[in-house]
Each structure stands twice: as structure tokens, then as C-alpha cells.
């Protein structure tokens, strides 16, 4: 698959929405282009972020689904280990 995008403070954002999944590695390539392709490619990227379209509409353009339960948000994290632990501990190791 072939996608667009610009590279921007360190990261290339895509300039249309992708089909792929959060984490997927990916190969990128450079292609020569003039400030005014850049220009054009930023345009029309803001113009889709700025459209009329309805959460509904950009959510089923992107695959999204609603929630099955809001258990789903809790992610991986494992039922046997403490969550007031590891906040205690992420809080000690930042004030170190």
C-alpha cells in the first residue's frame, strides 16, 4: 500500500487517513517535491480535518467502532497486579 504524507517536527503525518492499525511499522521513502507540493499537500490535509462531516461520518471513514463495554478501555493490564503499586512506583521513579 502506497500513502502520502508530510514529515512535520520529527514525524510523518499522513495526509489522508489509513487503513492500519496503531503500532503498525511501516517504510517510508522521500519523494523530491517543491514548497508549493508541500504546500498543496498540508492544504488539502487541513481541509479534510476542517470538513462538515458529521463524528459519525469521520469515525465509519475510519473503521472505528463504538465500544463493546467500557471494560475494553482498561486495555491488558493484569488482573493480579496492583494499580495503586505501579502509580506509586511511576511516581517515585519520576521524582528521582
Not at 510523518?12 to 517510508?28: A, C, D, K, N
Not at 463493546?68 to 493490564?77: A, K, T, V, Y
Amino acid at each position: 500500500m502506497d500513502f502520502r504524507g508530510v514529515f512535520e517536527n520529527g514525524v510523518i503525518r499522513p495526509t489522508e487517513p489509513t487503513p492500519l492499525p496503531e503500532g503498525t511499522v511501516v517504510q517510508f521513502h522521500a519523494v523530491e517535491q517543491n514548497d508549493s507540493a508541500r504546500d498543496r499537500l498540508i492544504r488539502e490535509s487541513d481541509a479534510a480535518a476542517r470538513s462538515d462531516n458529521t463524528l459519525e461520518q469521520i469515525a465509519a471513514d475510519q473503521g472505528v467502532q463504538p465500544l463493546g463495554s467500557i471494560s475494553e478501555l482498561r486495555g491488558d493490564w493484569p488482573e493480579e497486579d496492583d494499580i495503586d503499586e505501579f502509580f506509586n512506583w511511576l511516581h517515585r521513579s519520576r521524582a528521582a
